[in-house]
């Protein structure tokens, strides 16, 4: 038994001499004497072959609550890329967000709260103010302001302001007032300057 170790190990010996020798012709002579299992390494399982870029599947995120950017909003559906990530993921929005707060979000560039379970395609719960807005648009089919005390209106020099007891204060440079049917004015008592 040991004539035959000496004997495979001469021959890997002489191969390695050969290799060293860097002839692509003597390599080949050199491996063509020796069996396969002697080129290659001992391995109990074959390891997988690599997978290109393309046909790599998007890696589902961490479980927890991330933030993430808004792509698209189609539907019940949002295109979104996680903090920390540069692939784009495809989220669902919870019932109780409404999709048009998700397109608001993607249209000021705000960052939406993203909820990730494992299994499951991640799902936006909210959709996050994270600067001080440069402009506040209210669209509503009915929009209430209340105050208990008072209601305050103010741009530069200008200024409408409702109390409590009903006093009204119109203050401005330049006030105009225009109406297409009826103009009333009623009081008890109307002073002009």
């Known amino acids: ?29 050199a491996a063509s004497g020796l069996s396969i299992d002697d080129l290659l390494p001992q391995s109990t399982s074959p390891e997988p072959a690599p997978r290109s870029a393309d046909s790599a599947p998007a890696r589902a995120p961490a479980a927890g609550t991330r933030t993430a950017r808004v792509l698209d909003v189609a539907g019940r559906c949002a295109t979104i890329v996680l903090r920390g990530a540069t692939a784009p993921l495809e989220a669902e929005l919870a019932l109780e967000v409404d999709p048009e707060v998700i397109a608001d979000a993607q249209a000021n560039g705000d960052l939406v709260l993203v909820e990730c379970c494992e299994g ?72 002009l300057n």
Do not use: C, N, W, Y
């Open 120 to 191: 499951e395609a991640p799902l936006v719960v909210a959709a996050l103010t994270t600067r001080k807005p440069r402009e506040i648009r209210l669209q509503a089919t009915s929009i209430s302001i209340e105050a208990e005390e008072e209601v305050l209106l103010r741009s530069g020099h200008g200024a409408v302001r409702i109390r409590q007891d009903g006093d009204i204060e119109v203050i401005g440079s330049r006030i105009s007032a225009a109406s297409r049917g009826l103009f009333r004015l009623v009081g008890r008592i109307l002073r």
């Open 1 to 29: 038994m040991m004539g035959i170790h000496d004997k495979s190990a001469d021959t890997l010996d002489s191969a390695t001499l050969e290799l060293e020798d860097a002839d692509s012709a003597p390599v080949a002579e």
